[in-house]
């Protein structure tokens, strides 16, 4: 199993600190640093900034709102950072929820799985340049000829040549159908809430899509980068503290990525076990009661969603996720002395 430094999206500020991390990720031994996207900094950019500032890692987006930019537009994304980075990218999509799609990006949301398969064709289309780029649609037709088409739309490729034609696309998912639909048709996938006490609930849904016909990989050599926090602690009160300084985060995912009605995030949880925890939570967040949510958030959840405590019980917990199939663990630190604690203990 490889490690992956989150770098995550900005909040408020511009973090002033990534700069250190990257370098001793990329002194340490980690395979990739990660960037994401919510409606504020954008994937791309911080990875062609830090990318020129590393020779080893492999840099991914986790991931890119695939609402936000058109295809053709994704694909010119990657094929120009693949290039300035030797060949380094890996491409993290997702289709995000409908708050985040219809309200920040104005692009309707319905039918996430069938979108989600004409990007990634459109995408491998441009980085094969075999000819002209086209699509029958009806997401993202190529050439336009809907209203207000002039009837000149031609079909393109891209003028420049690209690096490499089989670019890692690992995607985002969270339901059965679309579980199954990324192991059908991408190169990986970066689940947001896989632990081992859930890594059972998937399995059966990737198996689904390995076993379709055409399927790109298989469980052998297919990607799962799951994401957590990883804290080595010295004792008991310090992994209360920061089990605790965990739990807003899973109240605000579990609360309030999402409608009442809609909440991706929320389903999975119930999915995981959780639900009268879950239905609680968010009620509470949404009436803006966000600390009594946070309050309500147990333990054992948050025990089981990260990897916090003393060096031999990380090892022994890093040890659980990988033998569940993740091939990469994409963890948040905080400073490079973590990064290079976490390297050494992992080697």
């Known amino acids: 199993m490889k490690l992956g430094l989150q770098l995550g999206y900005w909040q408020a500020q511009m973090p002033t600190h990534h700069g250190d991390l990257v370098q001793a990720a990329d002194e340490s031994g980690f395979d990739a640093i990660f960037t994401a996207e919510a409606w504020g900094s954008d994937a791309f950019t911080p990875l062609a900034w830090w990318g020129r500032e590393t020779s080893n890692v492999r840099l991914g987006t986790s991931i890119v709102q695939m609402s936000g930019r058109t295809p053709t537009s994704i694909a010119m994304h990657a094929l120009t950072l693949d290039h300035l980075s030797g060949g380094r990218l890996v491409l993290g999509m997702g289709v995000s929820g409908p708050q985040v799609v219809e309200g920040w990006y104005g692009q309707p949301f319905a039918k996430p799985l069938a979108r989600t398969r004409e990007v990634v064709d459109i995408i491998r289309q441009v980085l094969r340049r075999e000819g002209p780029v086209t699509n029958a649609g009806p997401h993202y ?41 990324t192991a059908e048709i991408a190169d990986g996938w970066i689940p947001i809430f896989y632990t081992p006490k859930s890594a059972g609930m998937y399995q059966p849904w990737l198996d689904e899509g390995f076993a379709r016909p055409g399927a790109r990989r298989t469980r052998d050599d297919f990607e799962i980068a799951a994401t957590c926090h ?50 609680k ?35 022994d917990k890093v040890a659980e996720w990988e033998d569940t199939g993740v091939t990469t663990l994409l963890v948040s630190l905080h400073t490079p002395d973590e990064v290079r604690r976490v390297a050494d203990l992992l080697a």
């Open 141 to 181: 037709p190529l050439p336009y000829t809907g209203p207000g088409s002039l009837g000149l739309g031609k079909p393109l490729k891209p003028i420049t040549h690209p690096l490499r034609a089989d670019v890692p696309i690992w995607l985002g998912a969270e339901g059965p159908k679309n579980v199954a639909q």
């Open 230 to 279: 990883l804290e080595i602690v010295p004792d008991a009160d310090a992994k209360r503290r920061a089990l605790d300084a965990m739990k807003p985060f899973a109240a605000l995912y579990m609360g309030g990525m999402g409608a009442a009605e809609m909440n991706f995030h929320n389903q999975v949880f119930i999915r995981m076990g959780y639900e009268d925890v879950a239905v």
């Open 281 to 315: 939570v968010q009620e509470l967040y949404l009436a803006g009661k966000k600390d009594e949510a946070t309050a309500i958030i147990p333990d054992e959840l948050v025990e089981d969603l990260h990897i916090i405590g003393t060096p031999e019980e990380v090892k």
